[in-house]
Nanobody
Framework: VQLVESGGGLVQAGGSLRFSCSAP????????MAWFRQAPGKERESFAT????????YYADSVKGRFTISRDNIKNTVYLQVNNLKPEDTAVYYC?????????WGQGTQVTVSS
């Protein structure tokens, strides 16, 4: 089952977006979920995680204070609110379980931030 991410787009620096991620037929309950991103020419990296209850989150320094991860276990959806976007945030954004076993990676959602 492939993950489905949405919400990306082309925005100017300083703009905001809200991403959603779901996996039809699969549950996220009980798993630490994460958002990853892959910038051109770079490896895919995790930058935000949320525990199964939503009560504990982690952010990489590069996004701390600007990005907020959340989840709705009833809707089986993980969200990412991104504010004050910078050109260096340009990447394809993915979600998945933080650890193994991972679900099949989705297509991701492209974010392009213009200066």
């Amino acid at each position: 089952v492939q993950l489905v991410e949405s919400g990306g787009g082309l925005v100017q620096a300083g703009g905001s977006l809200r991403f959603s991620c779901s996996a039809p037929g699969r549950t996220f309950v009980g798993y630490v979920m994460a958002w990853f991103r892959q910038a051109p020419g770079k490896e895919r990296e995790s930058f935000a995680t949320i525990n199964w209850s939503g009560g504990s989150t982690y952010y990489a320094d590069s996004v701390k204070g600007r990005f907020t991860i959340s989840r709705d276990n009833i809707k089986n959806t993980v969200y990412l609110q991104v504010n004050n976007l910078k050109p260096e945030d340009t990447a394809v954004y993915y979600c998945n379980r933080q650890g193994e076993p991972r679900l099949d990676w989705g297509q991701g959602t492209q974010v392009t931030v213009s200066s």
